[in-house]
């Protein structure tokens, strides 16, 4: 090998890991919370949002202030979306009289939603959702814009937590108990 393609390949090898790592630093999975893309305006509040309900009526977000809300962005071809929502259905029925309100919002077709739930029907809200809301979960930390993608926000519109991929039910339990009156957690959840 001459000395030209030695040099070469050993500046192709530094650039590409350099760049690796800066990659890895700021989309690792462990990365703090508090990193914040500059060049993203994050939300630290619900802002107004209006969508469309299956039916065709439009709801505000903001009817549930008040309510500890889970917004779960999901999708009926993405299996870990599918895999959580009867979580989440199951947390909307143990949690409700507790104050705790989950919304699906359905980036996806309307027809194939429909017949999604109507197989597997959840008791919960579904919205359509649409580039507004594609925006407000990437402004709600979803940095990738991936699916799921669920944000949790306390009974003053306060966004407490964003979490892009799968959750589980202890991810849930450790960001929701904080948030329910004590008086009506469920025990299965306390600490």
């Not at 939300?43 to 439009?58: F, H, I, K, V, Y």
């Not at 505000?60 to 889970?70: F, I």
């Not at 929502?85 to 507790?98: G, I, K, T, V, Y």
């Not at 999604?116 to 919960?124: D, K, N, S, Y």
């Amino acid at each position: 090998m001459t000395t030209a393609k030695l040099v070469l390949t050993m500046l192709l090898a530094a650039a590409l890991g350099v760049g690796g790592f800066l990659l890895f630093d700021a989309w690792r999975p462990d990365a703090t919370p508090e990193y914040r893309d500059p060049a993203i305006d994050h939300l630290e509040q619900l802002p107004p949002l209006r969508l469309s309900t299956l039916d065709g009526r439009d709801i505000d977000v903001g009817r549930w202030t008040g309510k500890v809300l889970v917004l779960n962005f999901w999708a009926t071809w993405c299996p870990p979306c599918l895999r959580e929502l009867p979580l989440f259905d199951e947390l909307q029925r143990s949690h409700a009289e507790a104050g705790l309100q989950v919304v699906g919002i359905a980036v996806d077709q309307k027809e194939d939603v429909e017949g999604f739930l109507a197989e597997r029907p959840v008791g919960f809200p579904i919205l359509l959702g649409d580039t507004d809301a594609i925006e407000l979960s990437r402004r709600l930390g979803n940095r990738l814009q991936g699916l799921p993608f669920t944000a949790i926000f306390d009974a003053d519109g306060k966004r407490v937590y964003g979490h892009t991929g799968e959750v589980t039910r202890a991810i849930l339990d450790e960001h929701l108990t904080p948030l329910l009156p004590p008086a009506q957690r469920n025990p299965t959840i306390e600490r």
